[in-house]
């Protein structure tokens, strides 16, 4: 009897020591998740994408640590949760101009309405005359691609939309650049001094470093070295997070890896693929770009596949909301890079809230709200077979 | 004097003392039931095992806890954890006939936290009144006063009466409590007036409107954020046969609206509410112990929905002992089989944005095996099924985890 308890006891012992590799999960696919970085960071900068990861997805800002008081989001994973495409919940309301003249309601709060307050404050309301639209925040994986894609390419992509039998043409956004920016190597500016931007909804942001310095500012209410004005006063006060800390999730966002697309060698996927160049999606949603000189070897000199032009379209009046920033028109937005698509849903509840708003709760109905410069392809989409739309989708859910 | 002088003289103090065991393990599972069938929640603090020093009129206790955990979740796992959870000692005096102090001194996670959670004068002036006052533990649930860890088959304490409710939330009050018995049946009441919680319950680095971080607001036992009272009313019955169910409501304004005689916000309620109950099924002399609570909470609408103004959970735990006899010099080692199923929802509600549900919940499945060489300490192997899903109801987080730990009054 004793020696059958001890060999239940070894058993047992033996079983739990193994049980931990068997019995616990394992990890998702690397396909399957945005979050993650590129390859080949070495240690230093892998410690540096840890410490930025923290500060992007853990930390919660508090009236202790500078939120708000006015604010729309208490931290970054709010708006991007997993790093993906945020949920109406966290959307930005930005209002204020119309044209290319600039904000008329700086004054008043412009241009970002913090429609949420700290307990005992009073949140902004849009003045009235100013018009408005709302931004659904946008996935951040693969920015440090994007952010080395150099001036001439994005010129050079515009020049080529000039004879497009479909009407597409496509322009960038140019813009001031804040002081606290300084032009990229081999940057290209216009006779008045602007510079291209590129990230954002509207293509209004220069780089990373503005992006973040201004979503600190903008959506949580954090002022830094670089925007010490407090948005609830309107004057400047005391950094509210280091220097090191912004610069940390810079790095972090320049060394997210770009989505993966899952099962490119599919018959269905690649038919879908077929079909979107076909019908002139490629047009403004490029499939390759490459990237400049990079220090972190798996951004340098390399082609990637986003399937935007960084460019600004018109995109029809259903989308006109008569709001803009930099020089776009109120109904052009920048190409949304189509990358990570199929994995939309896991950050937004397992639902679609698809275009600059959220609207369009399915790819097809984002495809059907496609004006403007994108009414010849959405008027081919159309025509399509149900068979053939169903490649379509298949292919942009594998992105 | 000098302090290595002052803590020597106290050890020889302790060693040299003819100390004696006195011990009551009525309330630990699965006890004498003969006795543990006339107690009730509202005792378990001072039913604790004491040792006496010699014919002085104090007694020391206390407790330890200590795991080895490994956990993974959706395959990250920071491997191997020993963790030194806490260490409790308690002190009791009976000053004279009816009068009786007790104190709980906690220190977690190797003192990182060191906590009076409990340090109180009873006097007795009937079973049926009690006065109560100094640092006391809010009865709002069981858990929150029958919280030792040897008294439980499971390494950690239940998901929401630790993050939804502050478990061992103890606050300076005053009040009075008592207990009735007819023949089979007991009934009992306690009713606190205390101070209560401050803006951090939806102002904290959670994200989430969390009532423990409460915890962290050390002024709370010299100066409430408000100078309101917080009340805490618990009723309970209890049948020898068919066990005890009790019901609890805790709540005041939590805010600070006041500051230098200027209002500066509105006053703002928390309430809590909770139903407990305990049995044991006679043929199998199984345990069921369970715990529901819900929390509502008044958060500005012009606040952040991230901060829920409803809350709820609980926890259901089955103990089921499998075997009671001699092993090696234990005369009544025990083998337990258990399992403890819980859950919480942090937000309960819908977004204004879209009209769906807010996620922000987790659910957790708990079995586990546990010997006890006798009531007083226990020996515990837990896997722990964790799901957790995000505000917006995303696909849930899974977690899994082994757990072995080793529990004891001392």
Redo the contacts between chains.
Sequence with gaps: MKKTNTLIIILAGIL?SV??QK??????EDHDLLDGSVQGLNNEQAARFGRGDLTFNN??F????G?GPIFV???CG?CH??DGKG???T?LTRFGQTDDTGNKFHTQGGPQLQN????????ETIPPGATFSTFTPPMVTGLGFLDLVSDADILAMAKKNENNIDGIRGQPNWITLPSYIKPKENAIARYDGKYIARFGLKASVYDLLHQTVEALNQDIGITSIYNPIDQWSGQPIEPEILASEVHNLVFYLQTLKAPIQRNPENHTIKAGKSLFKSIGCEGCHRETLKTGTSLITALNKVEFHPYTDLLVHDMGSELDDKYTEGTAKTSEWRTAPLWGLGLVK??????Y?LMHDGRAKSIEEAILLHGGEAKVSRDRYKELPNEDKSQLTAFLESL | MNNKLYYSIITLLCFTLNSYAQIDSTLIKPGSDTTKRSLMNLEAIHNRPFTNIGNTPAALGGYMESNWQYLSTEGVSEGHQFQFRRLTLFTSATITKRIKFLAEIEFEDGAKEIAIEFAALDIELSPLLNLRGGMIVNPIGAFNENHDGPKWEFTDRPLAMTNMLPATWSTPGFGIYGKKSFNKWMASYEFYLSSGFDNSIIENSENKTFLPATKQNKNRFEESENGTIFTTTKFAVKNNKWGEIGISHMGGIYNKYRDEGIDIDDKRRVNIYAIDFNTQIPNTKTFVTGEFAWVFVDVPETYSQQFGTKQQGGFIDIVQPLYTRKVLDWNNATVNLSVRIEYVDWNKGRFKETGHQIGDEAWSFMPGISFRPSQKSVFRLNYRYLKTRDLFQNTPERTDALIVGISTYF
Excluded: D, V, W
């Design positions: 739990c049980a931990c019995i616990l999960p394992a990890a998702p930390k919660i508090t009236s202790e640590t939120l989001a208490t931290s709010s949760p997993g949920h109406p919940f959307s949420r307050a700290l307990p005992g404050y009073q949140p896991n950050s937004q509840g397992g639902k809230f």
